[in-house]
């Protein structure tokens, strides 16, 4: 059974930065998919950004690309994403979650998904 564990989210100021890991245990991240999902107060749960095994491809939400960038170091079993030139907009819980022996595109396109952690809170303001 897969665990997620989602850290670093915190209250940062608009145009700054923060790098949300996901750390897995119970299984090797080798064989997943991993997206990074949020949800604002009352609005719907977005996908953000997710990345393949092995990293070959990498999907990013219009609202993030370019801003964000998603990576995976599969030897600490920990997915990254780094958000940098943070808006108000970007406040939410992010959540990981993962998929396994799918693609990114797959992943992308799903209502559901086999694993998720407990989110961690990301806030954008002066």
């Known amino acids: 059974q897969l665990q997620l564990v989602e850290s670093g989210g915190g209250l940062v100021q608009p145009g700054g930065s923060l790098t949300l890991s996901c750390a897995a245990s119970?299984?090797?991240?080798?064989?997943?998919?991993i997206g990074w999902f949020r949800q604002a107060p009352g609005k719907e749960r977005e996908g953000v950004s997710c990345?393949?095994?092995?990293?070959?491809?990498?999907m990013y939400s219009d609202s993030v690309k370019g801003r964000f960038t998603i990576s995976r170091d599969n030897a600490k079993n920990t997915v990254y994403l780094q958000m940098n030139s943070l808006k108000p907009d970007d406040t939410a819980i992010y959540y990981c979650?993962?998929?396994?022996?799918?693609?990114?595109?797959?992943?992308?396109?799903?209502?559901?998904?086999?694993?998720w952690g407990q989110g961690t809170q990301v806030t954008v303001s002066s």
């Open positions: 979650a993962a998929d396994r022996m799918v693609t990114a595109r797959s992943m992308w396109i799903r209502t559901s998904h086999d694993y």
């Open positions: 119970g299984d090797t991240l080798d064989y997943y998919t």
């Open positions: 990345i393949s095994r092995g990293s070959i491809s990498t």
